[in-house]
């Protein structure tokens, strides 16, 4: 195509219009603001270079337009690549914008700069939580039978399920931002603070992994039995309980249980699987923290365990039953929601009314067995 030629492009996407039709915008304000910003920089670079008018021109999508309907089409075959195709985004030095105008910049800019700066300085941070979104994906589809996409995974641990506290820890967990395992190894670290690396009871680098699934200090072995010991009580053979990875932990909040032969979701035992996973997965976490950091290293026994598990499991239920009161509002849990999760998982069930969510019922808790009875004191 001779580059002297008039250019009329089209698009159905008013987005990319907009976009190009407010580029001094951008350009005054660096690029610091706004998804690909290397992408939008070298498309407006490119359009400046030609010695000729370039027009763009919106089309209707999905409209039976023929150029739009090919445009769509080569879309989609470069999606199904192996292999992404290599796009040039380098730009000549007289028009390589590299900073914001100082007439407009703000505070808010400012700070958005010094953001991406330290952001482009941390990629190890980034190696780290992408190789936690690879292991969750991995695991939920191994399981579960689809592949989450990482948005998906991160709306996934902000869901109401799960209280701000197990949020937190989610998000913490998968980013790998607890000062655990080797971030002690630095070399500006002093040899005794090194040692904190290595878990002092099995001798490996006490990292997420180790401590969620490894460590053989009493705690993480006991509560993910016990956690299964419940479910078994609950599943109908569709999710058989398993020994959990970390992928399986950090992505508990994807899970999706369906009918066996349907893709329709069956809502309490999802629900439950979320709870079980994420409640227990937390207790491990707080326990090897008190541990380690206020305990001097003393383990817990095991019914110190099996009674913190049950108090974590029973308080989840109690706050399920206080969720469901009209005090709440529209924020409240629906009964029949909260009667599905905890269905064949409580004690002495058949005993209980079939609306045992009122909180002046008495006596609602999870399923324990004749050995946990006895180490809570409950009859």
């Not at 990482?150 to 996934?156: G, L």
């Not at 707080?286 to 019914?303: A, L, Y």
Request: include cysteine; proline fraction near 3%.
């Amino acid at each position: 195509m001779d580059p002297r030629a008039e250019l009329t492009l089209e698009t159905d996407s008013k987005y990319v219009l907009n976009i190009l039709e407010n580029h001094q915008k951008l350009e005054d304000r660096g690029f610091i603001v706004g998804p690909h910003a290397k992408l939008v920089q070298s498309a407006i670079t490119s359009f400046k270079l030609r010695p000729t008018q370039t027009r763009m021109v919106w089309v209707k999508g999905h409209n039976g337009h023929q150029r739009n309907e090919e445009a769509d089409r080569l879309a989609g075959a470069a999606v199904q690549k192996d292999k992404a195709s290599f796009v040039n985004l380098s730009l000549p030095p007289e028009l390589n914008i590299t900073g914001a105008k100082l007439s407009t910049i703000s505070q808010a800019l400012a700070y958005r700069a010094i953001m991406d700066q330290k952001s482009k300085d941390s990629d190890m941070y980034r190696k780290r939580t992408d190789r936690n979104l690879m292991r969750i994906k991995n695991c939920i589809e191994d399981m579960f039978g689809y592949l989450p996409t990482s948005e998906a995974i991160w709306k996934s641990i902000r869901h109401k399920d799960f209280e701000l506290k197990i949020q937190i820890f989610l998000w913490k967990a998968i980013h790998d931002a607890y000062w655990i395992g080797d971030r002690w190894r630095n070399a500006s670290m002093r040899e005794e603070l090194q040692e904190r690396a290595i878990c002092q009871v099995c001798g490996e680098v006490d990292d997420m992994t180790h401590i969620l699934t490894k460590c053989q200090s009493p705690g993480q072995e006991l509560v993910w039995k016990l956690a299964g010991e419940l479910w078994k009580s609950k599943e109908s053979g569709i999710i058989q309980w398993r020994d959990l990875t970390i992928g399986d932990i950090l992505g508990c909040g994807l899970s999706r249980i369906n009918k066996r032969g349907s893709k329709k979701p069956l809502t309490g035992e999802t629900r439950l699987w979320k709870i079980l996973v994420a409640h227990s997965a937390y207790l491990i976490w707080t326990m090897r923290c008190e541990r380690v950091i206020h305990n001097e290293g003393r383990p817990f026994s095991e019914s110190e365990v099996r009674n913190r598990w049950v108090k974590a499991i029973n308080g989840r239920l109690d706050l399920d039953r206080n969720m469901t009161s009209q005090r709440y509002e529209k924020k409240a849990l629906s009964k029949r929601l909260v009667l599905q999760t905890w269905k064949r998982v409580l004690m002495n069930e058949e005993n209980l009314p079939k609306d045992w969510t009122d909180g002046r019922i008495d006596g609602v808790l999870v399923g324990i067995t004749g050995s946990d009875r006895d180490a809570r004191g409950v009859g």
